[in-house]
């Protein structure tokens, strides 16, 4: 990376016109508190996990939405949705250094697919707003709920103050309300209605019209997450961002060229230790 593009990314992150986009591997210096195993984050570690450090099957083992599908069939959706509220409302683990580069950054608008709390941490002394996607609940179109932080506790809203910073959880987290898109029916469900447009808040559609988009921690070789992530940047800018893969793989390449994302062929953490060094 050249620091011309670094100074870049950087100067976009502070002023908003480039927005990040947090996947799995921000966390991967995460270690438990008390046993110092890494956070399970990505769908791998995250089957493990659920499966009690065990394999599943070939076929369950391809992504973490499969193997949750099916749990649920065979012990109820309550069953991974409390595996995901002990592993990351329950359990106590290290701060992420992406999380704490970005605190002193304090992006107005961050999307961030993880399920664990760290972002919120991050934004705790501020308030600001929250939207949490939701997945298979009658009684409204819409596919999120928003919450507003008000310094101390998360109060619900109907609408977004977009003068506070904007915290997108689509897949979900353990707060204020453990909710969470996990199995092949939540996805389903979520991204029929992110496609049609009730997955994201109005206020949100508007904002994001013409930003750039900054993917860290983020493979683009499964097609669920990279259908969330299309759905998620509709509007951006031509072209509409950058992703950190360090060894990007053929198919990755592709689609990075089809949706407008350049490749960093270099790994986040470097990135920002070079920030901080600068």
């Given amino acids: 990376m050249t620091p011309e593009l670094r100074d870049k990314l950087l100067a976009g992150l502070k002023d908003g016109s480039i927005v990040p986009y947090l996947g799995p591997g921000v966390l991967a210096d995460v270690k438990n508190v008390a046993t110092g195993a890494p956070i399970p984050a990505d769908s791998d570690s995250l089957i493990l996990a659920m499966n009690d450090g065990k394999p599943m099957a070939p076929k369950l083992m391809y992504e973490f939405p499969r193997a949750a599908m099916n749990v649920e069939l065979k012990r109820g959706r309550t069953t991974v949705t409390k595996f995901l509220t002990r592993t990351y409302g329950e359990t106590q683990w290290t701060r992420a250094a992406v999380h704490d580069w970005l605190k002193a950054i304090s992006p107005g608008y961050v999307i961030d697919i993880n ?35 008000d310094g101390q506790a998360y109060q619900k809203s109907e609408v977004i103050n977009t003068a506070i910073p904007i915290l997108f959880k689509p897949m979900g987290t353990p707060r204020p309300e453990a909710v969470y898109i996990a199995s092949d029916a939540d996805y389903v469900d979520f991204i029929t209605e992110l496609m049609g447009g ?81």
Avoid at 116 to 140: F, K, M
Avoid at 272 to 278: D, L
């Fill in 115 to 149: 399920r664990d709390t760290q972002l919120q941490d991050s934004y705790a002394d501020v308030p600001h707003n929250l939207i949490v996607g939701i997945a298979r609940i009658g009684g409204t179109d819409f596919r999120y709920k928003i919450y507003f932080w």
């Fill in 198 to 278: 009730f997955s994201i808040p109005p206020e949100v559609k508007e904002l994001r019209k013409g930003k750039q988009y900054l993917l860290m921690g983020m493979r683009l070789n499964r097609d669920t997450e990279r259908m969330v992530m299309a759905d998620m940047i509709y509007s951006a800018a031509e072209p509409s961002g950058w992703v950190f893969i360090a060894e990007p793989t053929d198919k990755e390449r592709r689609f990075c060229k089809k949706v407008g994302l350049d490749i960093i062929e270099s790994d986040i953490f470097e990135f920002i230790g070079a920030v901080e060094a600068a």
